[in-house]
């Protein structure tokens, strides 16, 4: 077995140990649970550990890294990993019949690939050529499978049942875990995690300062989120729905 798939295969158990931990803790839970978050204990425990591990090591490099590298290099680097979820989006955009959406993303990742430096250059969006942001998730909840219960993942946070079994799809879907070489693998995906967690500084401060619970907060802005964009392709005629109802969805975020 290679480096890479043995990889694959303990991200693969990792995940499917958490989802099983979860799914054990539900005895738990209490009688006034979030009703889309019958794992609160069990998730609130994950999210402490992050957090943890957040103010520790991901924010004192994502600081660091913000004030050392020029604005150019930073829009750049995070174009570059745009550029390669694009290529992505385009596969889910297919997968859930939406003719327009892959083919726009695959013109977005095309042309930023060849005339804008492996993507280091946002040519596509300077042309007009719109992105669409679509994951596995997304395409389950386009063929009706429900969100199920919120899951907070170890270091990769919020979740659920079903983008958890999205994410592991997702995994392979990743250009970057197709580099054989595991240092410069590594190392992408080390620098991909600390752009995007310097990109969210600002939103994480306003988050630290406001007098409320950041646990329950991120949940439903979270669930909220992935619900409206499943329920936007509901409402342009894509899709089955999930099984909720979206009027009597009073969380719902449009």
């Known amino acids: 077995m290679s480096n890479r798939h043995r990889g694959r295969v ?13 799914l054990l803790s539900a005895c738990a839970t209490g009688p006034d649970a979030n ?13 402490k550990f992050n957090d943890a591990v957040d103010e520790a090591v991901l924010k004192p490099v994502a600081t660091a890294y913000q004030q050392v590298t ?13 550029n390669l979820g694009d290529l992505w989006s385009s596969v889910n955009a297919g997968l859930q019949l939406r003719p327009r959406e892959a083919t726009e993303n695959l013109m977005r990742f ?24 679509l994951d596995f998730g997304h395409t389950l909840g386009r063929w009706g499978a429900p969100a199920g219960p919120y899951l907070v993942l170890p270091i990769l946070g919020p979740s659920s049942v079903r983008d958890t079994t999205g994410l592991l799809v997702d995994v392979q879907g990743d250009l970057t875990s197709g580099i054989d070489h595991i240092p410069t693998r590594n190392s992408l995906y080390a620098l991909r995690v600390v752009d995007t967690r310097a ?13 409320l619970d950041k646990y329950s907060f991120t949940r439903d802005l979270y669930l909220n989120r992935r619900q409206s ?10 899709g089955l729905g999930d099984g909720q109802d979206a009027e009597k969805d009073t969380n719902r975020n449009d």
């Open 10 to 22: 303990i991200a693969l158990k990792g995940a499917g140990l958490a989802l099983s931990l979860a």
């Open 35 to 47: 009703p889309r978050d019958p794992l609160e204990p069990f998730n609130r425990g994950v999210y």
């Open 70 to 82: 020029p604005s150019p290099v930073r829009t750049g680097v995070g174009n570059f990993f745009s």
């Open 110 to 133: 095309s042309v930023n690939t060849v005339f804008g430096l492996a993507g280091v250059l946002d040519i596509a969006s300077e042309m007009g050529i719109p992105r669409t942001r």
């Open 199 to 211: 990109s969210l500084l600002r939103a994480s401060s306003v988050l630290e300062g406001a007098a």
């Open 229 to 238: 964009q499943v329920d936007d392709m509901i409402d342009k005629g894509i």
